[in-house]
């Protein structure tokens, strides 16, 4: 099990779920604060230079965790499914430029918010779009060797795959190797009933997850049982990355500093219990 935190350019929209913006100050300051990695959220991959990129990692021995993808819908409005086939093909195009620089960054891409509404289209026909745009991604995506990660959001978010079982059902339409979940406990606290024993029934499809409390603050801030989840993922073996997806309050140093002090002794036990059990 490996922490990470979300991170993006300083041109970031004000909207989007990062702790840190900026590469060149809080790449450093995450690997000093004790992190494995960091999330890249992009709009595009011209944010990205990739000279410097590979320089900050090396430099600081840290790794990408994953390309997420919320600010592509947040800041025009494109989504996998959208209704108009030229926008469509739009963010077709920029996520296998995602999915190209996830080549060498992190292997993982996530899909969240970006896979577009229902509205007031027919369920049927927008879940068609989508598995044809998904089936299209994860094809180009196969000898690349990067996995695409879908993320159930709740309802108030998004109107379409809202819990980690209507995930798993997307999943089975698709059959595809390199599809899988990327359940965030922010989102699962209002949509499951119980967080941990959703994570134990769909370990085989889960293969990252998103932290925040349940007031999106650090884990440890509100009153979401983390206990319960670190025992789910001790149970299921989960072994993935855990990515802190929070709020930057008070500020956001405060915030990275309060999630990995609340975090790591958790992650100690379930080593040592690893260690302890032979794992
Ligand atoms: C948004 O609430 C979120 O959790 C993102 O990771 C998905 O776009
Ligand atoms: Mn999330």
């Known amino acids: 099990m490996k922490l990470s935190i979300a991170i993006a350019d300083t041109k970031a929209l004000a909207s989007a779920f990062v702790v840190f913006r900026g590469f060149e100050k809080f790449i450093p300051k995450a690997a000093q604060l004790g992190y494995d990695g960091v999330e890249l959220a992009l709009k595009r991959v011209d944010e990205i230079n990739e000279a410097k990129l590979a320089t900050l990692l090396s430099e600081n021995s840290i790794e990408v ?8 819908y947040a800041d025009s409005g494109l989504r996998l499914t959208h209704p108009k ?10 996520f296998k430029e995602f999915i190209d620089l ?5 292997k993982l891409v996530n899909i969240g ?10 369920r049927g026909d927008v879940e068609d779009l989508f598995i044809e745009v998904i089936t299209e991604l994860c094809e180009y995506a196969d000898p690349k060797g990067v996995t695409l990660i879908l993320e159930p ?5 998004c109107d379409f795959i809202n819990t980690v079982e209507e995930g798993v059902a997307l999943l089975n339409k698709v059959q595809a190797s390199n599809l899988k979940l990327l359940p965030d406990v ?13 994570i134990i029934q769909n370990i085989d499809h ?22 319960e989840i670190f025992d789910s ?11 802190l997806e929070i709020l930057p309050r008070p500020n956001p140093e405060v915030a990275a500093k309060q999630a990995i002090d609340f975090l790591l002794p958790l992650m100690k036990q379930y080593e040592a219990y690893n260690l302890t059990h032979g794992k």
């Not at 889960?206 to 206990?227: C, E, M, V, W």
């Open 233 to 243: 993922i001790q149970s299921s073996g989960y072994d993935g990355w855990i990515s």
């Open 206 to 227: 889960i293969k990252y997850l998103h932290f925040a409390d349940s007031n999106r603050l650090a884990p440890g801030q509100g009153h979401t049982d983390f206990k």
């Open 186 to 198: 922010f989102h699962m606290n209002i949509e499951e009933d119980k967080i941990g024993k959703s």
């Open 113 to 122: 918010r970006v896979r577009g509404a229902i509205g007031d289209r027919n």
């Open 85 to 94: 086939k030229a926008s469509r093909d739009e963010v077709i195009s920029i």
């Open 102 to 106: 996830a080549e060498t960054y992190g």
């Open 65 to 72: 965790s994953c390309i997420s993808t919320g600010q592509v």
């Open 153 to 157: 959001v709740n309802r108030y978010e």
